[in-house]
């Protein structure tokens, strides 16, 4: 993770943040795997469906849910690693 701050203001910084893609990569998996085991999906039985019909149907939300878990760690680190309060 590499962290990046810029004092904008006395009062305003801007923090730019670069996660891993492996961290992503593995976060995504482990959502959509989540999803694999309690999605109910027609035609296939349960636990059952394919990752790509699961994209399909859900990418959208899995990658909202995966990119804000990931902004919320990320900022706490980043905010702790640069001693902001």
Known sequence: MEVQVQQLTPVLMEFSVTVDTDRVKKEMDRAFGDLQKRAKVQGFRPGKAPRDV???????SVLNDVASKL????????LTEKNVQ
């Open 71 to 78: 902004v919320d760690e990320s900022l706490n680190k980043a």
């Open 54 to 60: 699961l994209a399909h149907l859900y990418g959208g």
